[in-house]
T-cell receptor
Framework: AQSVTQPDIHITVSEGASLELRCNYS??????LFWYVQSPGQGLQLLLK??????LVQGIKGFEAEFKRSQSSFNLRKPSVHWSDAAEYFCAVVDDKLIFGTGTRLQVFP | ETGVTQTPRHLVMGMTNKKSLKCEQH?????MYWYKQSAKKPLELMFVYNFKEQTENNSVPSRFSPECPNSSHLFLHLHTLQPEDSALYLC??????????????FGSGTQLSVL
């Protein structure tokens, strides 16, 4: 069965620091990959997605992610974190349905 | 505002109660979903409706009963729930079934507590 692993449950960074959230997937063919963000008390919002083509994908709010087939990874990055980025981040892969990871909670210190 | 509205935002119910969660989308989408979000667990897909027809029931107990009267509305009827059913229930919609890799739009969820 396809799966998604987010190794980091909780990450804390200082405002202005760079960020990388890890995501590893298990999928036989070329995966369709997503990153969603969930702010407190809210539903999930799509940040970016990868289907094919350029392996570096740009998303909303200054986020980007890079698909690396050799590492089965789709890590999310942001060069400079803002306090408003504090939220929970979910990586997901499409099989015949959307499969989510367990999420990474991001805390941002001023 | 994502275009997907869920009511109520919070719900507390006893194990013998009957209640319903409501979801409405104003996006003209054809597929709607119920997800369960529990602490420290991945989001669990419960049900999928595509063009008002149920296309996925992910081994959900019968105490959860979905209803999709039209493409814009989705309900989740609850009865004789257990405390372990306490969770955030998220509704989502997409233009078509996610099997076509469509983007999902989520509501803010209903935080359910079963006493």
């Amino acid at each position: 069965a396809q799966s998604v692993t987010q190794p980091d449950i909780h990450i804390t960074v200082s405002e202005g620091a760079s960020l990388e959230l890890r995501c590893n997937y298990s999928y036989g063919a070329t995966p369709y990959l997503f990153w969603y963000v969930q702010s407190p008390g809210q539903g999930l919002q799509l940040l970016l997605k990868y289907f094919s083509g350029d392996t570096l994908v740009q998303g909303i709010k200054g986020f980007e992610a890079e698909f690396k087939r050799s590492q089965s990874s789709f890590n999310l990055r942001k060069p400079s974190v803002h306090w408003s980025d504090a939220a929970e981040y979910f990586c997901a892969v499409v099989d015949d349905k959307l499969i989510f990871g367990t999420g990474t909670r991001l805390q941002v210190f001023p | 505002e994502t275009g997907v509205t869920q009511t109520p935002r919070h719900l507390v119910m006893g194990m013998t109660n009957k209640k319903s969660l409501k979801c409405e989308q104003h996006l003209g989408h054809n597929a709607m979903y119920w997800y369960k979000q529990s602490a420290k667990k991945p989001l669990e897909l419960m049900f999928v409706y595509n063009f008002k027809e149920q296309t996925e029931n992910n081994s959900v107990p019968s105490r959860f009963s979905p209803e999709c009267p039209n493409s814009s509305h989705l309900f989740l009827h609850l009865h004789t729930l257990q405390p372990e059913d306490s969770a955030l229930y998220l509704c989502a919609s997409s233009q078509e079934d996610v099997g076509t890799n469509e983007k999902l739009f989520f509501g803010s969820g209903t935080q359910l507590s079963v006493l």
